[in-house]
C-alpha cells in the first residue's frame, strides 16, 4: 500500500512533469514556426501525457500494428501537443518539431496521416469521434483485438452535431472501447464557449446519450488517471472524461485569456517569458514511456460466416430491367464473399439503396448507422484507417450532409468507398428533397476522388469491383428507375474509361451521358437514325477521371460536337467533366442539365420538363447540326 | 368547473375526430397518388390536430402575416398531413388534396413553399428544428411579435446531428416561443429506430440541452393539449413534447408494423378495409377552426441602435492592401446602416471572416452560432422566411458542413447569403484541413444560386451590396491574405459581369481568374510583357452566372485560347465555369488548379507547388501560345 501510493505519486509527478515538457515543446515549435496555436496545446497536456505515458498501450516503433490502441487529436488545432507527445515518446527526434508548419515536415499545422502515428485527418471540428467510432467498431466486431480509442476532443467542438450522432451510434453499439476526453477549456476561438467551465452541461449530454461520463479537473494528474481507469473498465458502454482545463496554462500571462486562441508566442521576450515561467515545473520523466501492447491478437473472420451468394455473374440478360441500385447491392454483397475486408453501412435507406443485400449476405460486416449520415462517413473513414474497405451508401442527396467528412477523408487518405442512389429527377414524385443534383459536382471537385456513374446493371457490378479494387475515395451514383441491361456479362470496364455505345462514320454529333438519360439517348438516336441524322452515343461511366482520348477522337470525328446530358445540375456535373477534358481542343459541348429548383411529378414529365428527355437531345442534335 | 370539463370534453372528441380526417385525408390522398407515407402521416395525426386546432393562433387567409404563429413539419415525409390540416383549416378546398405529387400542384411529394403555407422546404431529415430556431429568433429578438414556432419531428429524424445543434442554440438564446414535438412512432424507413417507443431516452436528451420536455402518449388528446399549454407557458427555455404514437395508427393492419413505410394504400379492397375501420371514428368537429392571432404586434426596430459607420466609401485607395475578407466585414456592417433587414450570423469565426465588424455596430441583428454550421445555415433559412436578409459566415470549407442545408434553402426559395472566408492553398500553414477547395463547385452546383469571388476590396464592398439586393441564394468567397486594391471606388459590378484589367489588340491568350491568382496573373502579365508577349487578363467575378459574352469576345480577339486559374479544385470551379460558358463556342480553355490534397506551408510555396502562381502561368501562356 505505501509502496503503491510512493509509485503513484512518483508517476503522478512524473507524467506532469511530461505535460510540462509538451507544453515546452508545443510553444517552442508554434514560436519556431511563427503561427499555430500553443494555449489550446497548454489546456489538454496533462490530459494527453495521461493518456499518452499512462493509459495508452502502443507500440511506437510500428504504429500500423493492428493491436495498438489509438489516439485521435479530433481538436486538430492542438497538433502541436500530438506531435510533441510522440516525439517524447520516441517516435522521432523532439528537435524535429521545430519543423512544424514547413512545406517539407510531415508535422502539418492540422494533423494527417503523412506523420505515420496519425490514421485520420482532424482539423474541421468534431470529426474525430465518428473516427473513434470507426476504429472502435473495428476492435470490437471485426479485428476483436481488445485495444481502446481514445479521441481528445474540445469543448467548443462539442457544438457540432456530428460529434452526438458519434456519441449515440458509439453508445448504440456499446462501444466500451471507445474512451472520448472532452478538454474544457471554456474559450472558443472568438469568444467564450457556450458553457465555459461548466463541464457539469457535458457530462448530462454524454450520460442522456448512453455513455459513463466523468467530469475530472483536467489539470490534476491523479484525478485524470482514476477517470481513464474508470473508463477502460467500465463494460457495455463507451466512456468520457469531461475535463475543466484552463487554456494557455502553466504561463501565467496567457492562462484562461480570451484573445489568445491561434497565437504564437513571439520570439524573444514573449517567449522567454513563457519558458522561464514552465521550466522550473519540469523534473524528472525518468523511466515514463509508452507501455506496449502484449498479449492482444487480432481475432478477426468470426464475426462472418459468409455462404456463397445465390446469384451468378450471368444473370444479367441484355434487355432485363434492372435497378443499377439494385445491381449495387447484389455486386457489394458478392464482393463480400470474395473479399472479407469490405463491410457496409447505411443511414437507414437499406432497402433503397440495396445495401440489405450486403447485410444479409454478410451481418457481422454491416453497421447500421441510421439518419446520421455525418458519422456514417467518419466511421467509415475510422474503419478504413483499420484496413477495412467500407461502403456506405444513403441516397446520393443525403451524401451533401457529410460534405466535410467526405472532404476529409480526401485528407485522411482514406480507401473510402461512397454509395448514393436516387441521382436527379427521375426519381419522380418525392420532390427535389429527394433527389441528388449536386452530387456529381461535390465528389467530382475532391481532390484525388474517382467518380463512377453506371447506366446499367452489368456497369454498376463492374463499378463495384472497380471501387474496390482502387485504393482511394471513390463514389458510385446509382438511380431508381429501373433501366435495361444493355451490356454483356463480358463487357470490360475500368476507371477512366468512357464506352461507345451506337457509332457510324456518318455521325453528326456525339452525346455524351450516362444513367437514365442513356436511355433517353438511345431513344433519341433512333428518332434521328429515323430521320436520317446519325449520331454517336457514348456512355461516360468514368466521371472522374474522364475519358479523355475517347471524348476527344469523338468529338473530333463528329463535326467537333459534343452535347452531353445529365440528370443532375446543369453546374459542375458530367456535362462540366467533358467540357473541362475537351475543352482544350477547340470541341464545342452543349450541355443540357437540370437548372432549375424540380417540382414532384412522374419521372418522364421531370425529365421533359427540365430538359433532358429524348426530345430535349433530338432537339438539341437538331438545332446544332 | 363543470362547464369547462364539459367543454373540454366536447374539444377532445372533437380533435380525435380531426385527427382521424387528417388520417382519411392522408390516406385517401396517397392512395389517389400512388405513393407516398400514410403511415407516418398517421402516427402524427393526433399531434397536428391538436396544434392546428388548439393551440395555433394564425390568419389562415393570411400567411404571409408575421404575427402568425408558425408550424414546421420537419418530418417532411408526412406532407399529405400537413395539405390535410391546411385544408382542413379552409385554406384550401380538401378534394385538392388528390392533386398531391402531380406535377402541376402545389402539393408536392415533400412541403415546398411553392404552397404559400409552407415557408421552408423540409424532407431532408433534421432540419426544420434550425429553420424554427431562425423563426423563433427572429420572433423573439427581431420582430417581437410574441408568435410561437411549433416544429414537428420524427424520431427517426432525432439522429441527425443537426437536431442537436439546433436545440443546443434555443436553449442558449433561451427560446421560449419554440415548441418541438417529437413523434415517436418507433418504426424508421428499413427497420425499427434505436430506442423504438423509449420516448425517455429523447426526454432526457432534451433535458440535458436545457429545454422543458415532457412525454405523452401521442394519441390521447387531452395528455397533448394539456403539454401544449405547459410549452407554451414555460418561460426562458424552449418546450418540447415527445410523444409515443403508433405509425399507422387508427387501421390496425398496418399499426405499428413494420415494412409500410412510404407505402400507399391500394385502391380498392386494401384502401377501403382502411377507410372502413377509420370512419367511424369521426364525430362532429364543428366550431373547430385556427385561432387568429388577435393582439400581436411587430415590436421590431429596437433591437438596433445603429450609429452611422465611420468608415466611408473612399477608404480604399488603389494599392492599399486589404483581405476581401476584412472588406466583407467593413461593408457588411455599413449595410447594416442601410438595410434594417440586414441580419448575420456566424460559427465562432467572426474575428477570422470579420463578421465581428457587423456584430459590434447591430449587436441585436448578430446571431453568435458557435462551431455549428448546419445549424447556422437552417437558422438562417428561417430568419429568412421571416423576411430578413441574413448573411452567415464562417471559414469556406466549413460551409461544406452545411451542405445539405444549403441545398434544401434553394428549394425552400430561401434569400440566403453565404460568405465563406479562408479561400484555398493561400491560407498557408494551417494546412489542408482548413483550405476551401470545393466551395466554388458545391455552391456553383445549387440551382438558382449566385457566386460571387471579390478579388479586392472595391469588390467585395459591391459583391455585398449585390448580394442584399438580389433575391435568392448568394454566395462570396473571400480570402486570408492581404491584396492590393485596384479598382476604384466608383467602378461598377454587376452580377454576371466580369471585369477586363489588362488588354491590348495583340492579346496572345486570355487569362481568367479572381482573388488571390488575380495578383499572380497580373504578376505574369508583367513579366510577358517584358518578354513582348501581350495577354489578357480578366477578374471573373460573379463565378455564377458567368458573363459569357465577355468572356466569348475576349477569347475570339485572344487566339481563341482562355487560360483560367483558380485557388480551388481543377474540378468544378471557377475554370468548369468558364469553359462550361465558351466550349460551345469552340474556345479553348485550359485550366490551372489545385489537383491534389495540399501540405501545409507559406502561402506562395503552395500557390507554386500546386501551379496556380505567377511562374505557373507565365509557362502556360509560353507552351500554348
Redesign the interface.
Known sequence: MEQTARTNKDLIQALGSMANKLRIDSIVATSE?G??HPTSCMSAADLTAAVFFYAMRYEVANPKNPVNDRFVLSK?HAAPLLYAAWAEAGAFPVERLKTL???T?EL???P?P?LPWVEV??????QGLSCGVGMALNGKYLDKTGNNVFVLMGD??N???????AA?IAS?YKLDNLIGIVDVNGL????R??YGHDTE?YR??Y???GWHARSVDGHNIAEIISALDEAMATPDKPSVIVAATKKGKGVSFVEDKDGWHGKAFKKGEELDRALAELQPKISSTDGLKIKPPEGRNINAGSADSATAKSSSDDQYVIGKQVATREAYGEALARLGDANPFVVAL?G?????TYS?KFMKAHEGRFF?S???E??MVGAAVGLSSMGKIPFASTFA??L??A??QI??A??S?ANLKLCGSHAGVSIG??????MA??DL??M?????STVLYPSDAVAAEHAVRLAAEHRGIVYIRTSRPKTPVIYSADEEFAIGRAKIVRQSSEDKATIVTSGVTLFEALAACDQLESEDIAVRVIDLFSV?PVDEETLRASGRETN?LIITVEDH?A???L???V??A??????????LG????P????PE??LA?YGIDRASIVNAVKSLT
Open positions: 514556426a503561427s499555430g486538430g508548419r514547413e512545406f515536415s502539418e499545422g492540422h494527417t503523412h485527418a482532424t482539423g474541421s471540428l468534431g467548443g467542438e457544438a457540432e452535431g456530428s460529434v452526438w450522432e449515440e448504440y472558443g476561438q472568438s469568444q464557449t457556450m452541461v448530462r449530454r450520460e442522456a446519450f447505411d437507414d435507406t437499406k432497402n433503397s440489405e447500421e441510421f439518419i446520421a455525418q458519422n442527396c443525403f451533401t450532409r460534405y466535410d472532404r476529409m480526401a485528407v487518405q414524385e418525392d420532390g427535389p428533397s429527394q443534383l449536386e459536382a461535390m467530382r471537385a475532391i481532390e484525388g472522374k467537333n445540375s453546374w459542375g456535373g456535362g462540366d467533366a467540357a473541362n475537351v475543352s482544350p481542343s477547340g470541341i464545342r459541348v452543349y450541355q437540370v437548372r432549375e429548383v417540382r414532384s411529378g412522374k414529365e421531370l420538363a
